[in-house]
């Protein structure tokens, strides 16, 4: 792919770093009050070539640097333009630079952007910033991975306002737009007194001037039926809808197909505009409704069947948050098409020609039957229960309407009891609307295990349609019991999902410890584990993330009683206010001891405890909330106590930081014994 915005690197200067934005910087003779942080490896200045950069000539792990503090309420576009320099080309541990934001008030900074491939040339990064009334901070971080001899290097940080999909095309760097090469017909920047032999271009319509810039595309070169260049806009990094504009002339001698489409991470392509005439003589102003939930790029596509086809230019991409067509009516929010089932089944709902179906219940703690989801006391849906066991009865739980044309990522958790293979017994289908058209698009292949394992599906239908879940009993052998908590949707497929950046603050201990370390490591220590522990009738049977997935636990039969285990957070920004923690416990087993968990502030010697649990408290994943405070920098700490057995392993999952107090509150935050419910099952 050509990449128009890599020309010289001195063309990429701007005017001055007088005339710069706050938080922009262009390097020239200081770094703009950015400040490097002295616990890492220094970023060093280079006035002469213009830039800042970082190498392993120091040892060190990575390089932080941090702009001054930034205030905007109003819509904003970084762009960072960098280059990453490695001898390795692949590597375990790569080379990276990360991108963060640092909002007021929280211990987290939250991860935006971040890069690993290698370039022997300037790259550009467009990263849009949504309007907020916190102040915050950019922070770049430099990872130098395992490569001897890498380096990183930032030539330029421009913060303006407005939307990166904006163009006028009067810098250099083209707003990170792209041309996808093709060896005959291409997108190349107009104006500035740039002549082409074959073709009599326009002024640009920014400047009206031929000293202006703009792009265009001629027939000259087409050789073949069907010549296409693609000029690809960034790809969008937040949620937005409303209005995008252009101005567009267009000369056509033969046949000439000017198309916009939105293509989405998975590469699927949405026409959303096509040219209606065959000559604009001038700058003619086109406008779309645009609507990009999740991150899509916008691709300008101009199709020539001849040399002598004629050309297009294009200038002045704009977008406005408010719709072209004046459209009406509140945006689809894709939370309410989801339920954890705690308060009533939201906006689902059961045909009552099916019969009962599905029944809404509750478990109390026990040793027997896992609980919700949810917090593992709360309320899930149970189907096939003794309510509703006939053989050849079917259960649908019909979901609320989603627009078309929208791609879609449904999760939900289900669990399954039972004594034989329940091949079938939940199985997913799309309605549309007049539930005519069904379409299965997802059915269970389980035998029962008892475990709430999560299942997600991608779809995207043209037509309104509804979710439903179907269990289906086909006798009595093969009925058991079906469960099913927890449905969420997003917008965007699931695949493109998990590409997503972490929340900040969140550890499902998927790929590491995340901001944790063992105060000493050993067999007496916490063990990051997936799948049931070695010891029976003690530990969780699957983690709580996704019933497949990793946790971490404490080993009992490695431990002596009384033998304690930590699990320390690394150093976190204090805060003035209240943060909430939530995180899910297991502790199940005759011999279990105890869990606490500490705060300790810096500088002082004592920790601060929060709170305990003690003894047996269920077979399922319990949630914890904590309410603290801390204006200085401090650090959690999860404490397991071996108890009296080797019965006694203790789980924890699901970690995650909150600034703010916790939305609900925790009763007891201190217990000792077991809980006064604990083996009571009641629906």
């Not at 002295?38 to 390089?63: F, M, R």
């Not at 005959?184 to 007194?193: D, E, P, R």
């Not at 799309?430 to 295990?449: A, G, M, R, Y």
């Not at 405890?609 to 904590?626: A, C, D, F, K």
Request: aromatic share 14%; glycine share 8%; net charge negative.
């Amino acid at each position: 792919m050509l990449r128009l915005c890599l020309l010289a690197a001195h063309a990429l200067r701007l005017a001055g770093a007088a005339l710069l934005s706050p938080g922009s910087c262009a390097f020239e003779d200081s770094a703009c009050g950015y400040e490097w942080d002295y616990a890492h490896l220094p970023w060093v200045l280079h006035g002469e070539g213009h830039y800042i950069s970082v190498d392993t000539s120091y040892e060190g792990e990575k390089a932080v640097l941090s702009s001054p503090e930034l205030y905007s309420e109003e819509w904003s576009c970084v762009r960072l333009i960098y280059q990453i320099a490695t001898t390795s080309e692949t590597s375990p541990d790569p080379t990276r630079l990360n991108l963060y934001l640092r909002h007021e008030g929280e211990s987290f900074d939250r991860l935006l952007w971040s890069a690993k491939e290698p370039s022997d040339s300037w790259l550009i990064a467009s990263l849009d910033l949504m309007n907020s009334t916190k102040k915050y901070k950019i922070v770049l971080e430099g990872e130098m991975g395992q490569d001897k001899s890498a380096s990183i290097a930032v030539f330029e940080i421009k913060i303006t306002p407005g939307y990166c999909i904006e163009c006028d095309f009067e810098e250099n760097h083209l707003c990170g737009f792209v041309n996808r090469w093709n060896p005959n017909v291409n997108w190349f920047v107009g104006g500035g007194n740039i002549r082409n032999s074959q073709s009599i271009l326009p002024k640009d319509h920014t400047l009206n001037s031929e000293l202006g810039h703009y792009m265009y595309v001629d027939s000259v070169y087409v050789k073949h039926f069907q010549e296409v260049a693609q000029l690809i806009s960034p790809k969008t990094t937040a949620p937005m809808s409303g209005c995008l504009s252009f101005y567009y002339q267009l000369k056509q001698e033969s046949s000439i197909v000017f198309t916009i489409y939105l293509r989405d991470t998975s590469g699927f392509y949405e026409e959303i505009w096509k040219t209606d005439s065959a000559l604009s003589a001038d700058w003619a102003l086109a406008e779309v409704d645009f609507n990009a939930p999740y991150p899509m790029e916008v691709i300008f596509e101009v199709a020539f069947n001849s040399a002598k086809g004629g050309y297009v230019a294009l200038d002045d991409i704009a977008f406005s948050p408010v719709y072209c067509s004046n459209q009406t009516g509140t945006p689809f929010n894709p939370a309410e098409a989801g339920c954890n089932f705690e308060e009533d089944l939201c906006n689902f709902y059961q045909d009552h020609k099916d019969g009962p179906g599905w029944s809404r219940v509750k478990v109390k703690r026990n040793v027997y039957r896992t609980g919700d989801h949810t917090t593992g006391f709360g309320y899930y849906l149970l189907a096939n229960t003794k309510f509703t066991s006939q053989p050849g009865y079917i259960g649908r739980l019909y979901g609320p309407t989603l627009p078309g044309n929208l791609q879609f990522c449904l999760r939900f958790y289900y669990a399954l009891y039972g004594f034989f293979k329940m091949s079938g017994t939940l199985a997913v289908y799309i309605f549309e609307e007049n539930h005519v058209v069904q379409e299965k698009i997802w059915s269970v292949l389980d035998s029962p295990k008892g475990v709430w394992t999560q299942a997600e599906i991608s779809f995207k239908k043209p037509m309104p349609c509804k979710v439903v879940f179907v269990s289906w009993c086909k006798s009595f052998w093969d009925c058991g019991l079906v469960a099913l908590d927890d449905v969420s949707l997003s917008l965007g497929s699931c695949q493109a999902a998990d590409l997503l950046l972490p929340n900040p603050g969140e550890c499902t201990f998927e790929k590491d410890e995340c901001v944790f370390t063992q105060k000493k490591r050993g067999r007496g220590s916490w063990h990051r584990r997936r799948g049931p522990t070695p010891t029976s009738y003690t530990g969780p049977k699957g983690d709580h993330t996704t019933g497949v997935g990793y946790y971490m636990y404490i080993e009992a039969s490695d431990m002596v009683y009384g033998q304690r285990a930590y699990l320390v957070s690394r150093s976190l920004r204090g805060t003035s206010g209240k943060q909430c923690l939530t995180f899910f416990y297991h502790m199940y087993g005759a011999g279990t001891g105890l869990l606490s968990v500490y705060l300790k502030k810096e500088g002082d010697d004592e920790e601060i405890p929060l709170w305990r649990r003690t003894g047996e408290q269920s077979i399922s994943w319990l949630r914890g909330l904590i309410e603290y405070e801390s204006d200085r920098n401090y650090q959690i700490i999860f404490e397991a106590i071996r108890g009296v057995s080797m019965r006694s392993d203790t789980a924890i999952d699901d970690i995650l930081f909150q600034a703010g107090p916790c939305l609900e509150v925790e009763e007891i935050q201190f217990s000792s014994g077991y809980p006064d419910s604990l083996n009571e099952i009641e629906y």
